[in-house]
């Protein structure tokens, strides 16, 4: 079977781009089953665990907000993740992570940030991602568990704007890139049983209406559950989508994706701010949320002018 989850990170800044995570693994038939998969941290318990300080070492895999550190390296723990889960070597540059992760599938043009890659690991040494690497493929080999798919989505400014001028709504912006993540993992399956934990924001609960639309292909959808905790659906046969709060606490797949969505937006940030230190001295860098993002605007605006980019291929619309 399929085990997969989708979370995003940066929904709510005002500049910096929204980005979706997608993890999936292929489990044995006898690990577990549709609807009801197996505990990967349990699974992977040689490797991986939920906090990020561990006696043994091993990876830490939970909800990227939690992992993010506030002190002198605050990407420790979610570059340790994201590289060892992705990369069977570590990156030079984020520009080849990107690449491994697909980042750049849904840009609609290049910002000049983009030409700006930033080195990598920022957090740890290619030996260090190495040894941490080693340690998960021997517990993959072990527990019957591989991972099939690792990627992310990001819309910065220019693409989100276009997107949302045709969608009028920032809540379908963000659904659009999850429903692209589940047709990834529906074409990559076939006609295997699959699982896919979507992490629910806001109070929706009803999603039928929408996989019928953008996923079903004509299959039947067939509403599971569906409360204000969590909403499941089979679609067709054998693949169950369930729309849960916190799903990142329950299921490993979606703990990995939401860190690689975090892990991608801070290194998109990074290129921002670079890319406008490089034209101001004394620039104070921004996380982009919407206070200091506005800061960020009104400072960085004689930059725009003069480098001749538009307002709305900096700053969101929503």
Known sequence: MIYAGIDEAGYGPLLGPLCVGASAFRIDADAGAAPAPIDLWKLLAAAVCKKPKDTRRRIAVADSKKLKSNGKSP???????????????????????????????????????????????????????????????????????????????????????????????????????????????????GDEPAFIAVDRQGGRSDYAGELEAHIARGAAVNIMHEDHERSAYCVGENLVISFEVEAEERHLPVALASMGAKYVRELSMRRLNAFFAQRMEGLHPTAGYVEDGRRYLAEVKPILHAESIPERDFVRMA
């Not at 994201?82 to 069977?88: A, G, I, M, N, W």
């Not at 540059?93 to 920022?122: I, K, M, Y």
């Not at 819309?155 to 969608?167: G, H, Q, R, T, W």
Request: proline share 4%.
């Open 75 to 189: 990407l420790v723990h979610l570059e340790r993740g994201v590289l060892t889960f992705s990369c069977d070597d570590a990156p030079t540059s984020d520009e080849q992570l990107f690449a491994r992760l697909g980042v750049h599938a849904r840009t609609s043009r290049a910002t000049p940030w983009h030409a700006h890659p930033q080195s990598l690991p920022v957090s740890h040494t290619s030996d260090e991602i190495a040894i941490a690497r080693n340690l998960l493929i021997g517990a993959l080999a072990r527990s019957g568990a591989r991972i099939e798919h690792f990627g992310v989505s990001a819309l910065d400014a220019p693409a989100f704007n276009a997107i949302y001028e045709s969608l009028r709504n920032k809540a379908r912006v963000n659904l659009s890139l999850v429903f692209d993540a589940i047709r990834t993992i529906d074409l990559m399956r």
